[in-house]
């Protein structure tokens, strides 16, 4: 009985030994990479807009800027067709592209020379004017899932406060979009050119608007 339980033991042990080998020398085993996941930005170079009128329009609070329905958190949104939205599934924002868009919009206000100050709301320090930003949104549309060109479409709504008495003074929809490759990384190199865009024409925008009022 010792003989027989020894020899079934070895018996054993040689057949998981030339299992593990055998499933060792398969070509894919425990060897499959999953894809990495890419994590994008905003860093747009602003070009410096002096405004025509140098004189101070005096001090500006910028308001959150609030990310549309469907782009309230980092995943990155594109679209096959219409009316449908969709996300990659190994590439995203570092954060949601709203709160992205806040330091962009900042610098450019600050290097725009219309404001003597540009302060982040909400502040407890008084301001005169007041902008805000809402249904923030940028998606990558392809005409079809065979597409190897897509349309990057940037949207964003605002609205100038005057603040003391509170007041709108002027308000805009901007709808910005420009062609890019088929990939997620250019898509993101697209959406920081016309980031830098957007941040012009509001920058400009708003100390038009603010400057009416002096």
Partial sequence: MPVRYTLL???CLITACVATSSCALLPSFGTKVKAREQVYTLNPV?????PSDLSSCG????????????FRSSRMAYSTASFEIDYFAYARWADSFARLLRGPLHRGFAAHGAFTEVLAA???APTRFRVEFNDVSVIQRFASRESVQSTVELGASVRVFAVNPNRVLATRDYRLNAVADGDPASGVAVANT???QLVNEVTRFTSEACSKTL
């Fill in 9 to 11: 033991k070895i018996v």
């Fill in 122 to 124: 909400p502040t407890l």
């Fill in 59 to 70: 001090s500006l609070a910028l308001g959150d800027a609030m990310a549309a329905p469907g």
């Fill in 194 to 196: 016309l980031v830098a």
């Fill in 46 to 50: 602003l070009t410096e807009s002096q």
